[in-house]
């Protein structure tokens, strides 16, 4: 196996925000919205023109997207990136406002849009591709590759499941020359072999294609587009369990410099120093189950890492919460009980 840098807990510094200081910000661009609008129901014919065509325009464009950036995106640390939705949609209900055949601040506007949100995707674009660089000098993980540009440009822990995505579609499309990924100093054990877990994707991978020719031609009998839509599912999910194979099959458990690094695919990471490892056993241990975590494989032999003092874990999603058993199914269990536990 080739062997890689060690990992690291993270590319870079985080802070995330708490969704929670958002809403005032965010409900104030709402009223915004709202006060436009009944103004829009309440105004004599006579400057029905001039706030459809100026003031709408204007509001919904200008002021609500500036007042939402500095709010929201600039307080936050957030990407500018995320201004251009609150633009656009700006100037979609004010396209829908526009009074026909008379002048409307709209068009003008649009134009200068355009620029900015060009100016603005060029800057970030450039922005995140360093960040994106940085990351795989600094990691040789896929997932810290993506998660580093993602948490820089919304700040929140679901940047972790927005990386969880790409990183599958790494795996599935550009990592089949590519050797397990094992940081120099650590010890690789694999858990997707004597599992059965390649063996039963394989067998879902090899009836999908049927499944989804027999429901398109189903479908396609009342709806041409639900016959479609469900068929890319289909080819979508096909590629998804591919992906999440290879990332199984390349991210095996890791003992070695005092640490251990629990690892499904690109889903699950727990970092855990070897000192808290109170016991490695194949029975369930006797603890709450919010403070256990079970990433064996389906049929496989369970074994039970119990730490003396919880753990903070990351999931799909990436919201941490606190462990004190995780139960993985290592192809050789007795060698990795040895490992884990310094026997020698």
């Known amino acids: 196996m080739r062997r890689f ?24 661009c709402l009223a915004l ?16 023109a001039f706030a459809a065509g ?14 939402f950036y500095l709010l929201v995106v600039r307080r936050n640390g957030l990407s500018p990136l995320i201004v251009l939705p609150v633009i656009g949609l700006g100037g979609l209900v004010s396209a829908q406002l526009a009074p026909v055949g008379q002048f409307s601040l709209h068009v003008p506007l649009a134009a200068l849009a355009v620029a900015v949100d060009l100016s603005i995707g060029i800057h970030e674009g450039r922005r995140l591709a360093r960040s994106f660089r940085a990351a795989r000098l600094a990691s040789d993980e896929p997932l810290e590759w993506f998660e580093r540009p993602f948490f820089e440009l919304v ?59 027999a429901v398109h031609l189903l479908v396609a009998q009342w709806s041409e587009a639900a016959a479609i839509a469900l068929t890319a ?19 095996p458990l890791l003992v070695g410099d005092g640490a251990l690094q629990v690892k499904w695919g690109s889903h699950f990471r727990l970092g855990v120093p070897l000192d ?11 603890l709450p189950k919010r403070e256990r975590v079970n990433m064996a494989a389906m049929g496989a032999a369970p074994c039970w890492i119990v730490l003396s003092e919880p753990v903070q874990a990351r999931g ?29």
């Not at 919205?33 to 029905?48: K, S, W």
């Open 155 to 213: 700040r929140h822990e679901g940047a972790h499941a927005c990386a969880t995505e790409l990183s599958v579609w790494y795996y599935a499309l550009l990592s089949w020359r590519r050797p397990p990924i094992v940081p120099a100093g650590y010890r690789a054990f694999s858990y997707h072999r004597k599992s059965g877990y390649l063996a039963l994707v394989g067998v879902i991978a090899a009836l999908l294609p049927f499944e989804a020719v």
């Open 276 to 286: 808290l490892v109170e016991s490695v056993e194949a029975g369930e241990p006797a």
């Open 233 to 251: 599912l289909t080819a979508y999910t096909l590629v998804w369990i591919v992906g999440d194979a290879r990332a199984v099959a390349l991210n």
């Open 33 to 48: 919205y709202g006060i436009d609008l009944a103004c829009m129901a309440a105004v004599p014919e006579a400057g029905r």
């Open 5 to 28: 840098p060690a990992p690291s807990d993270s590319a870079a510094p985080r802070r995330a925000i708490d969704a929670r200081r958002l809403l005032p910000p965010l409900a104030v």
């Open 54 to 67: 100026v003031a709408v325009p204007f509001d919904l464009m200008v002021f609500v997207p500036l007042a």
């Open 316 to 344: 799909l999603l990436g919201m941490p919460r606190p462990v004190r058993a995780v139960c993985v199914s290592p192809d050789d269990a007795a060698a990795f009980r040895r490992a884990v536990l310094r026997e020698g």
